[in-house]
């Protein structure tokens, strides 16, 4: 079955720091596609970055890149350079793109970033 | 390019009436569609999704209904909300490497 694990429920990180935030995904369908979001307390869903499970390079979007690794079904986030602007809740989701095409989302990260 | 608009931003209503929460997608075609509840401090409960007009996949059971009238108009319904359908719903289409947002409904019945 479809599953999506963020082990963290909360992060510190002093600004201008690098920061990792982990997703463990779990799917038998060999075609899906990774999201993280990012929701500041506004509630709105900000897109940070997509990661398709044939691509062949970590995707990378300015600051934010995946660190995806297909074997251990781990699609981490990674924030460089933090700012305080970056404090927010960080969700990872998953779409499989064979049978169901549903996007479900993992319980989400809480991240802080700290002068 | 695509845009999401769902309405209404927030909304009190009384135990016991009804409830319609519309979302409509435009710049894209037979996008996926999807309505999330999330509660406070929570993350995203996945709702509803649909692939195409007219089909509709309910993932969990409860007092909601969803309907897609048109290729990019996605509806939530209840003929009676209960307090437990407080929350922060959210719309959301989809198509191969993108999944955007609307900017979400803060229901509170009382």
């Known amino acids: 079955a479809q599953k999506i694990t963020q082990t963290q429920p909360g992060m510190f990180v002093q600004e201008k720091e690098a920061v990792t935030l982990d997703c463990t995904y779990d799917t038998s369908d060999p075609s899906y596609g990774l999201f993280w979001y990012k929701q500041p307390s506004s509630g709105e869903m900000i897109f940070l970055i997509y990661?398709?499970?044939?691509?062949?390079q970590n995707a990378t979007e300015g600051r934010y890149s995946l660190n995806f690794q297909k074997a251990r079904k781990s699609a981490n986030l990674v924030i460089s350079a933090s700012q305080l602007g970056d404090s927010a809740m960080y969700f990872c989701?998953?779409?499989?793109?064979?049978?169901?095409?549903?996007?479900?989302f993992g319980t989400g990260t809480r991240l802080q970033v700290f002068p | 390019s695509q845009t999401i608009h769902q309405w209404p931003a927030t909304l009190v209503q009384p135990v016991g009436s009804p409830l319609s929460l519309e979302c409509t997608v435009e710049g894209t075609s037979n996008p996926n569609l999807y309505w999330y509840r999330q509660a406070a401090g929570r993350g995203l409960q996945l709702l509803f999704y649909s692939v195409g007009i007219g089909q509709i996949s309910s993932e969990v059971p409860q007092n909601l209904s969803a309907s897609r009238p048109q290729d990019r108009q996605f509806i939530l319904s209840s003929k009676k909300l209960l307090l437990s359908d407080s929350g922060f719903y959210l719309c959301?289409?989809?198509?191969?490497?993108?999944?955007?947002f609307g900017q979400g409904t803060r229901l509170t019945v009382v």
């Open positions: 990661q398709g499970s044939y691509d062949q």
């Open positions: 959301a289409w989809s198509v191969i490497r993108e999944a955007f």
């Open positions: 989701a998953m779409r499989e793109t064979g049978d169901t095409d549903k996007l479900i």
